[in-house]
């Protein structure tokens, strides 16, 4: 018996992309068109914002923990979270959440380790860039990690909210992300986090300078490992 996923979403790119490669990749385990029960719910992304913007990490979690009860009343066994910024309320959810939880940025580090990467670039809203969420899952592991200055920090995040949360990848934004790539390979990066779980839609690995660590596909690979047993992914 597979076990039940269930998907707490926050902004629809990113989870549509999460939900899409479980139930794509969900065959390589379970065989053709099979992948495990997946329920998701959120709230819409308008609620999460006016608490982020303000730094009100505990109504986030109010949020998030409020999707979980419902993902768990329809009979998920266990709870994940297409949205890296977000996770910055994980640990006020966990506490009071009726399943079980995976961490994005745990299975991210997990990766990065297995890979032998001992330095990060680190990409993601400005929320996410500038918090703790990274930080301390890669340091656990001893990671180091770096993100972009200030500028470049300002400008990633608009084009996060300005464009791809509304399903708009251009080519201008693509070739600025592989230019902000290339300075944290010359800061001594050896691979780098997309850390917005839209950022896997708008640049790939042939726009990379660096070897990615996709936030998005990692996670759900991880939550099929969980529901199936299965170490092949």
């Known amino acids: 018996m597979t076990k039940h996923i269930g998907i707490v979403a926050c ?10 490669t479980i139930c794509v990749e969900g065959a390589a385990i379970l065989g053709k068109y099979a992948h495990p029960e997946v329920t998701m719910h959120t709230h819409p992304l308008s609620e999460y914002m006016r608490y982020i913007e303000v730094g009100d990490w505990n109504r986030v979690a109010d949020l998030m923990l409020s999707s979980a009860e419902k993902v768990a009343k329809a009979g998920a066994d266990f709870a994940i979270c297409p949205d890296n910024t977000i996770h910055q309320a994980f640990d006020l959810v966990v506490k009071k959440s009726p399943i079980p939880w995976l961490h994005i940025a745990e299975e991210v580090a997990a990766e990065a380790k297995r890979q032998n990467y001992k330095c990060l670039g680190v990409l993601g809203t400005q929320y996410l860039m500038e918090g703790p969420v990274y930080l301390t899952k890669l340091a656990a592991v001893g990671i180091e990690h770096k993100i972009p200055e200030v ?18 990848f251009t ?6 992300f592989t230019t902000i790539i290339n300075q944290l390979k010359n800061q001594g990066c050896n691979a780098v986090v997309l850390g917005c779980t839209e950022i896997p839609l ?6 990379a300078p660096l070897p990615i660590l996709d936030s998005t596909r990692l996670l759900a ?4 490992r969980k529901a199936t047993g299965s170490t092949s992914l």
Do not use: H, M, P
């Open 11 to 20: 902004s629809a790119e990113g989870a549509a992309l999460c939900y899409r």
């Open 151 to 168: 500028q470049a920090r300002e400008r990633i995040n608009a084009i996060i909210f300005d464009e791809l949360i509304n399903g708009r």
């Open 171 to 176: 080519a201008e934004s693509r070739a600025y």
């Open 202 to 207: 708008l640049v790939t690995q042939k726009d």
């Open 221 to 224: 690979r991880a939550a099929l």
